[in-house]
């Protein structure tokens, strides 16, 4: 009568169990994602506040009043805005700015714009420029304060919440960055938040969405273009007979955003696109024009004099390619592209060279290495370059803030200038005492910081980033990824059918390359079906063990009738478990790998599949299973039968040790709001004896306190129960395993005779 019993009690647990389970584990994540909504939150105006303070009274003054003019023209001129570039830009003197009326950004940022000149015109008919400098800063500074949110997301996600607020708040409180959007207005934000997205994409292996973020991010900044190598590094082996596809999706944006322009004045627009990148960039390449950058250009100059550097300054653009195509050779050569978290640190490679190598590159543009190095320092595999990455990112900020935002000039020139703004006299009495405080603080930190800029000290911090490059270089000659993890979907690991055996070997036999992703997918789904048939297989078999049972008990069968059946339903009973087990093994497997590569679709499906198994319902399989084994006489089978079970009930000792804590954790809770509740009903009580109150209104409170109190006793009674039947499943399994063992310890002795 033992085996019946058993039978009932699976199909309880498959009844009852498993929705009580879900439920707990409902809550759970329920808190859990209020607490990351309220932390993303929390970072969010982390971020967005303290910019939002002093962004109304200061400014790069020049910037602002090309923009204040850009706005004024999208408004009078609407669709009509681009136009041809101006005589000025045409002077054999680029250096230095051009008539503010030409627009060389991309539409994105203009259409921003245009709504901020809206906005503006609602809601202040005079003359406000604090109001208009906010309006103009605020897309960039909301962007920012996205980027962080987005940076708290992908670090927790991968990692845990601690980390994803470390990165999120380094990011947040970097001072560049702060400076660039907050003071500045320098429009560099919003272009990294869509070129992070792109990565982002290409980790989930979603090209088409990465090529449709980076086609958005060149409409706001056409140096965008940094993030074009990173996204074809990472998804050249998964794409190659896509690529058409990705590449139109790149561009869809492109036209769908230049469309009302490009209907208007086309000429105008295309032209004005193709000459400001000339401007800005081309036309200065040749001559060495370099920017407030400190690069390895700028410590060129310094070591060997104007004149020499003139003759070496056409060369510039040619070694800045020979270094770009060596870095890409390296990344694909040291494996850096077979681990998709190393995404932000390539991504972080290209900026950083592009800062060092391009002529004429903006200072500005170093803004992105930032947030990818945040995430990189958290999310990367690879501990040397975590470290490069915590070390590359205090150094930048050291010497890109030192370099651009400490010197006396420029400090004065972001808190004082006036083109836009009036005297800093006035803007002190317009401010609030938290952002006449904040921006005081902020001035005042500047100017001491200033005792460290200028020369020798800029020197100084173009030695120490070409230092770091060249650190760089050895950190990527370095990264060696193992075999495992090169080939982290071969054919060998996943124990392939001839059919499936796609990978080719080399004359030595080594395995030359991976899976792809639809391989592996198709593996994949080839287990699940497995699982789902074999699982399916087992609970029908429980359920005719449960149905004959009653029928026994009823008197329907005679004993030696059902003694026979009973037999041979227990007899089939190992083929599906065991093809379920070895299923769940190498699933469980395809997940750990499918997460290292973070393919997201393949970890969904395969927790899908394997949360509809419970804990206690395979303690229960494993407990079926080792009764039957137990009077099998072949030596083979019952060391197989002994490796499997073992394996699974250390797989369920680790998930269920972290259950019990939780439901310990539960009826502690439970038990001490039970504690409460006895306590308000005896003070209800004491109130009631001294006549505080009338019958029927302690009798209603009395009520409602004792159910509370019931249901609570109830549920710490049911939690109870349910651990206690757990636990008396581990044991009755642990038994059979030990009986198992000592029948195989007999057998070999047997055999050793």
Same mark, same amino acid.
């Given at each position: 009568?033992?085996?019946?019993?058993?039978?009932?009690?699976?199909?309880?647990?498959?009844?009852?169990?498993?929705?009580?389970?879900?439920?707990?584990?409902?809550?759970?994540?329920?808190?859990?994602?209020?607490?990351?909504?309220?932390?993303? !939150?929390?970072?969010?105006?982390?971020?967005?506040?303290?910019?939002?303070?002093?962004?109304?009274?200061?400014?790069?003054?020049?910037?602002?009043?090309?923009?204040?003019?850009?706005?004024?023209?999208? !408004?009078?001129?609407?669709?009509?805005?681009?136009?041809?570039?101006?005589?000025?830009?045409?002077?054999?003197?680029?250096?230095?700015?051009?008539?503010?009326?030409?627009?060389?950004?991309?539409?994105?940022?203009?259409?921003?714009?245009?709504?901020?000149?809206?906005?503006?015109?609602?809601?202040?008919?005079?003359?406000?420029?604090?109001?208009?400098?906010?309006?103009?800063?605020?897309?960039?500074?909301?962007?920012?304060?996205?980027?962080?949110?987005?940076?708290?997301?992908?670090?927790?996600?991968?990692?845990?919440?601690?980390?994803?607020?470390?990165?999120? *708040?380094?990011?947040?409180?970097?001072?560049?960055?702060?400076?660039?959007?907050?003071?500045?207005?320098?429009?560099?934000?919003?272009?990294?938040?869509?070129?992070?997205?792109?990565?982002?994409?290409?980790? @989930?292996?979603?090209?088409?969405?990465?090529? !449709?973020?980076?086609?958005?991010?060149?409409?706001?900044?056409?140096?965008?273009?940094?993030?074009?190598?990173?996204?074809?590094?990472?998804?050249?082996?998964?794409?190659?007979?896509?690529?058409?596809?990705?590449?139109?999706?790149?561009?869809?944006?492109?036209?769908?955003?230049?469309?009302?322009?490009?209907?208007?004045?086309?000429?105008?627009?295309?032209?004005?696109?193709?000459?400001?990148?000339?401007?800005?960039? *081309? @036309?200065?390449?040749?001559?060495?024009?370099?920017?407030?950058?400190?690069?390895?250009?700028?410590?060129?100059?310094?070591?060997?004099?104007?004149?020499?550097?003139?003759?070496?300054?056409?060369?510039?653009?040619?070694?800045?390619?020979?270094?770009?195509?060596?870095?890409?050779?390296?990344?694909?050569?040291?494996?850096?592209? @077979?681990?998709?978290?190393?995404?932000?640190?390539?991504?972080?490679?290209?900026?950083?060279?592009?800062?060092?190598?391009?002529?004429?590159?903006?200072?500005?543009?170093?803004?992105?290495?930032?947030?990818?190095?945040?995430?990189?320092?958290?999310?990367?595999?690879?501990?040397?370059?975590?470290?490069?990455?915590?070390?590359?990112?205090?150094?930048?900020?050291?010497?890109?803030?030192?370099?651009?935002?400490?010197?006396?000039?420029?400090?004065?020139?972001?808190?004082?200038?006036?083109?836009?703004?009036?005297?800093?006299?006035?803007?002190?009495?317009?401010?609030?005492?938290?952002?006449?405080?904040?921006?005081?603080?902020?001035?005042?930190?500047?100017?001491?910081?200033?005792?460290?800029?200028?020369?020798?000290?800029?020197?100084?911090?173009?030695?120490?980033?070409?230092?770091?490059?060249?650190?760089?270089?050895?950190?990527?000659?370095?990264?060696?990824?193992?075999?495992?993890?090169?080939?982290?979907?071969?054919?060998?690991?996943?124990? !392939?059918?001839?059919?499936?055996?796609?990978?080719?070997?080399?004359?030595?036999?080594?395995?030359?390359?991976?899976?792809?992703?639809?391989?592996?997918?198709?593996?994949?789904?080839?287990?699940?079906?497995?699982?789902?048939?074999?699982?399916?297989?087992?609970?029908?078999?429980?359920?005719?063990?449960?149905?004959?049972?009653?029928?026994?008990?009823?008197?329907?069968?005679?004993?030696?009738?059902?003694?026979?059946?009973?037999?041979?339903?227990?007899?089939?009973?190992?083929?599906?478990?065991?093809?379920?087990?070895?299923?769940?093994?190498?699933?469980?497997?395809?997940?750990?790998?499918?997460?290292?590569?973070?393919?997201?679709?393949?970890?969904?499906?395969?927790?899908?599949?394997?949360?509809?198994?419970?804990?206690?319902?395979?303690?229960?399989?494993?407990?079926?299973?080792?009764?039957?084994?137990?009077?099998?006489?072949?030596?083979?089978?019952?060391?197989?039968?002994?490796?499997?079970?073992?394996?699974?009930?250390?797989?369920?000792?680790?998930?269920?040790?972290?259950?019990?804590?939780?439901?310990?954790?539960?009826?502690?809770?439970?038990?001490?709001?039970?504690?409460?509740?006895?306590?308000?009903?005896?003070?209800?009580?004491?109130?009631?004896?001294?006549?505080?109150?009338?019958?029927?209104?302690?009798?209603?409170?009395?009520?409602?306190?004792?159910?509370?109190? @019931?249901?609570?006793?109830?549920?710490?009674?049911?939690?109870?129960?349910?651990?206690?039947?757990?636990?008396?499943?581990?044991?009755?399994?642990?038994?059979?395993?030990?009986?198992?063992?000592?029948?195989?310890?007999?057998?070999?002795?047997?055999?050793?005779?």
């Amino acid at each position: 009568m033992k085996r019946p019993s058993s039978g009932r009690i699976l199909n309880k647990s498959y009844r009852a169990l498993k929705p009580s389970t879900s439920t707990y584990t409902s809550r759970s994540s329920l808190k859990h994602t209020i607490l990351k909504l309220t932390i993303a !939150l929390l970072l969010f105006n982390f971020t967005f506040i303290p910019r939002l303070l002093v962004a109304p009274y200061t400014s790069h003054g020049y910037n602002v009043k090309v923009f204040e003019t850009w706005v004024q023209r999208i !408004l009078a001129d609407g669709f009509n805005f681009y136009i041809p570039p101006t005589q000025d830009m045409l002077e054999p003197d680029p250096e230095w700015g051009h008539d503010p009326s030409f627009c060389e950004y991309p539409p994105i940022y203009i259409y921003f714009l245009w709504i901020a000149g809206k906005i503006y015109e609602y809601i202040s008919p005079k003359s406000n420029p604090y109001l208009l400098v906010l309006l103009i800063k605020l897309p960039m500074i909301a962007s920012e304060s996205i980027i962080t949110v987005l940076i708290f997301y992908l670090v927790s996600r991968r990692r845990n919440t601690i980390n994803g607020i470390l990165a999120a *708040g380094m990011y947040a409180a970097e001072p560049f960055c702060f400076f660039t959007e907050g003071i500045g207005a320098y429009a560099e934000g919003m272009t990294p938040l869509f070129g992070i997205l792109s990565l982002y994409m290409v980790t @989930r292996r979603r090209y088409y969405e990465a090529a !449709l973020f980076f086609g958005l991010a060149m409409m706001v900044k056409p140096t965008a273009f940094v993030y074009l190598f990173p996204i074809i590094i990472f998804m050249y082996e998964d794409i190659k007979l896509r690529f058409v596809k990705a590449l139109a999706f790149a561009i869809l944006p492109m036209i769908i955003v230049s469309l009302p322009f490009l209907f208007t004045e086309p000429f105008n627009y295309i032209s004005a696109m193709l000459w400001g990148g000339f401007h800005n960039l *081309g @036309r200065r390449m040749p001559t060495g024009v370099i920017w407030v950058n400190p690069s390895f250009w700028f410590f060129i100059k310094c070591i060997s004099g104007d004149d020499i550097y003139r003759i070496i300054a056409p060369s510039q653009i040619f070694l800045y390619i020979i270094i770009t195509v060596w870095l890409w050779l390296q990344i694909v050569k040291r494996g850096l592209s @077979r681990e998709k978290s190393n995404i932000w640190f390539v991504g972080f490679i290209f900026v950083f060279s592009m800062m060092m190598f391009l002529p004429a590159a903006h200072e500005k543009w170093i803004y992105p290495a930032y947030p990818l190095l945040a995430m990189s320092a958290f999310l990367s595999q690879d501990n040397n370059i975590k470290r490069f990455s915590l070390l590359a990112f205090l150094v930048l900020t050291v010497t890109y803030f030192q370099f651009i935002f400490a010197p006396i000039w420029s400090v004065h020139y972001h808190f004082e200038s006036t083109e836009v703004l009036p005297p800093i006299e006035e803007r002190l009495q317009a401010m609030s005492a938290i952002s006449r405080w904040l921006y005081q603080w902020l001035y005042s930190l500047c100017r001491v910081l200033s005792m460290f800029a200028g020369q020798p000290f800029d020197f100084l911090y173009a030695f120490i980033n070409v230092i770091l490059f060249i650190k760089l270089c050895l950190v990527i000659r370095k990264v060696r990824f193992s075999h495992t993890q090169k080939q982290l979907m071969d054919s060998k690991s996943l124990n !392939l059918t001839p059919s499936t055996r796609v990978l080719k070997k080399d004359e030595k036999g080594s395995l030359t390359r991976s899976l792809s992703v639809k391989e592996v997918k198709c593996y994949v789904n080839d287990q699940l079906e497995t699982f789902k048939v074999s699982l399916k297989s087992i609970k029908d078999i429980f359920l005719k063990i449960e149905e004959l049972a009653k029928i026994f008990q009823s008197g329907g069968v005679e004993k030696n009738t059902y003694e026979i059946l009973m037999s041979e339903l227990s007899n089939s009973l190992p083929s599906p478990i065991e093809k379920m087990f070895i299923a769940m093994r190498e699933l469980e497997m395809l997940r750990a790998k499918a997460k290292i590569e973070q393919i997201k679709e393949i970890v969904d499906e395969i927790d899908n599949v394997l949360s509809s198994l419970t804990l206690e319902e395979e303690l229960l399989i494993i407990e079926r299973y080792l009764s039957i084994m137990r009077e099998v006489n072949s030596l083979a089978k019952l060391k197989e039968a002994e490796q499997i079970c073992q394996q699974r009930l250390n797989t369920l000792l680790g998930k269920w040790s972290s259950i019990r804590g939780d439901k310990i954790r539960k009826i502690t809770d439970l038990e001490m709001e039970a504690l409460r509740l006895k306590d308000k009903i005896r003070e209800i009580e004491v109130r009631f004896a001294v006549g505080e109150f009338n019958r029927n209104i302690y009798e209603s409170m009395l009520n409602e306190l004792q159910g509370s109190l @019931r249901r609570i006793e109830k549920e710490v009674s049911e939690i109870r129960n349910y651990i206690n039947e757990v636990d008396l499943e581990i044991f009755k399994t642990h038994e059979l395993l030990k009986e198992i063992k000592q029948n195989i310890n007999a057998g070999e002795k047997r055999e050793s005779f």
